[in-house]
Nanobody, 124 residues
Framework: VQLQASGGGLVQAGGSLRLSCVVSGRTFSSYTVAWFRQAPGKERAFVAAIRGSGGPTYYGNSVKDRFTISREYAKNTVYLQMNSLKPEDTAVYYC??????????????????WGQGTQVTVSS
């Protein structure tokens, strides 16, 4: 399984970006796919996750009501739509995948497959 993240860039505060994560492999539909982010000097933090097979979504408190995670099964792709961006959203964003249950969906250690990261910079 390989993950390819893209869509990062530089945006002004209040703007929007959409990240994409293409997941190769036949088990895409059953995997939980998540987004994490890591700012310089900080630990990797949970952003959002979406369960496989039409399952529910989960969000970190700091992005709830601003970010939306979705998946397109035909394209083996998970998206992260980010609206009302703030300077504190600046980080490298990583997508991750695995057979993850609800109780561990926010833990980076629960995921075994990771993408390379894409930089998101929000200017004030």
């Amino acid at each position: 399984v390989q993950l390819q993240a893209s869509g990062g860039g530089l945006v002004q505060a209040g703007g929007s970006l959409r990240l994409s994560c293409v997941v190769s492999g036949r088990t895409f539909s059953s995997y939980t796919v998540a987004w994490f982010r890591q700012a310089p000097g900080k630990e990797r933090a949970f952003v959002a996750a979406i369960r496989g097979s039409g399952g529910p979504t989960y969000y970190g408190n700091s992005v709830k009501d601003r970010f939306t995670i979705s998946r397109e099964y035909a394209k083996n792709t998970v998206y992260l739509q980010m609206n009302s961006l703030k300077p504190e959203d600046t980080a490298v964003y990583y997508c991750a995948a695995g057979n993850v249950i609800t109780s561990t969906a926010a833990r980076p250690q629960a995921y075994i497959y990771w993408g390379q990261g894409t930089q998101v910079t929000v200017s004030s």
